[in-house]
């Protein structure tokens, strides 16, 4: 590691973080986003794209940082999308949130919920749950401990991605990092 460049704190607990793709890939790609931020939904595509090119060799994690004073509605998104976890279906959740970034009213969320399939009646239940707001109050202190200033900030194996959130700029990081790993 590089002095003086920021490195993800806590690493990524497979346990806790919501993760997608293979949990031993050699490279993990850490969001740090806010369902609400428009950059991230910009990014989200590009997520997308890299997990088609990279397959099993990249796992990507999603933290919470709803940026709540540029963005109002964000941290009801990460509580619904946690709410939806619950069920076994934040990925689901988080997908719909960031394909319809206009629609987060409590109303909307709702809507979400229900064409997810998800039990409304615990998912509105769990969004006032304590421990989802704590698990995204715990996402957005991490994040600032690990010197993420805005969103949407990305880790390659653990270490702050000062680039871009574009497709080439991320896909370079990550096969600098697949040739470094072997």
């Known amino acids: 590691m590089n002095p003086g460049v920021a490195t993800l704190d806590p690493a990524v607990d497979p346990y806790r973080d919501h993760v997608r793709g293979p949990v031993g890939a050699p490279v993990t790609l850490v969001e740090y986003g806010d369902f609400q931020c428009p950059y991230c939904g910009d990014a989200y595509p590009v997520v997308r794209d890299l997990a088609e090119r990279f397959g099993d060799s990249l796992r990507f994690v999603f933290r919470h940082m709803p940026l709540d004073d540029l963005h109002p509605r964000a941290h009801a998104a990460a509580?619904?999308?946690?709410?939806?976890g619950a069920q076994g279906a934040f990925w689901e959740?988080?997908?719909?949130?960031?394909e319809h970034q206009r629609e987060l009213s409590d109303e909307d969320l709702r809507a979400h919920a229900e064409a997810l399939g998800l039990d409304v009646s615990r998912f509105e239940a769990d969004l006032a749950d304590p421990a989802l707001a704590e698990r995204v109050a715990a996402d957005f202190r991490s994040g600032a401990g690990s010197g993420v200033p805005s969103t949407p900030r990305f880790f390659v194996?653990?270490?702050?991605?000062?680039?871009?959130?574009?497709?080439p700029?991320?896909?370079e990081a990550i096969e600098a990092q697949l040739a470094v790993v072997g």
């Open 169 to 171: 700029e991320l896909a």
């Open 93 to 98: 959740m988080h997908d719909r949130l960031f």
């Open 79 to 84: 509580l619904a999308a946690e709410a939806a």
């Open 157 to 167: 194996n653990d270490v702050i991605h000062l680039g871009s959130a574009s497709f």
